[in-house]
């Protein structure tokens, strides 16, 4: 085994171990699983927002609500804010800064969920769109990494995982967490 795989490896077990032995984030993966179920039986939508692997993932969540996961049932609101002739026109006219800001006021409603994705927890378009979520009394859940940056400080519930300093660790628990809250999600609103 070469040098590199090993180091990979050996981190992914590293972290592996301290997210599933953290009880607190598992909570919180719950928590979260249950603010969105609630807000999809009252009719409400959730809308996702990231940047780059993060939009993927944000998209991913969305599509997975609004077409299926792993059974047939009926289709859940969900959207990702990754449409790119918004996302172009936005950052042209007002500055990258604005895309998600612009499309949470254009689509949010109050008792909707925003899911904002940010590894670093710093990205200014992100921390704008949470503001304007919590302006419009929409719920805000942040997934990040490490300490979250800037992030837990503009949303209603937080999620960060373990990280060594890369973001692509952080992704590969952001995928999982996606996942298993659909899975809650599903379980709670009674769809398979």
Request: negative net charge; proline residues 3%; hydrophobic residues 40%.
């Amino acid at each position: 085994m070469s040098t590199v795989l090993h180091h990979e490896i050996e981190q992914m077990r590293r972290l592996e171990l301290a997210f599933y032995e953290d009880q607190g984030l598992m909570n919180r993966i719950e928590e979260a699983a249950k603010i969105m179920a609630t807000a999809l039986e009252s009719g409400h939508k959730i809308i996702c927002c990231g940047n780059g692997g993060s939009m993927s993932d944000a998209m991913h969540l969305a599509e997975e609500l609004s077409g299926r996961y792993r059974s047939s049932r009926r289709a859940l609101a969900a959207i990702a804010l990754s449409d790119p002739g918004f996302l172009t026109c936005a950052a042209n006219d007002m500055g990258y800064d604005t895309v998600f800001e612009r499309g949470v006021e254009a689509l949010g409603q109050p008792e909707d969920v925003l899911i904002a994705i940010s590894t670093s927890g710093n990205s200014p378009n992100i921390l704008k769109a949470c503001q304007k979520a919590r302006l419009h009394s929409l719920q805000v859940i942040g997934l990040s990494a490490g300490n979250g940056g800037l992030l837990p400080s503009h949303v209603d519930l937080c999620l960060l995982v373990p990280t060594e300093g890369y973001a692509d660790r952080a992704q590969e628990f952001h995928i999982r967490i996606i996942h298993l809250w659909i899975a809650l999600i599903e379980d709670r609103l009674q769809l398979s």
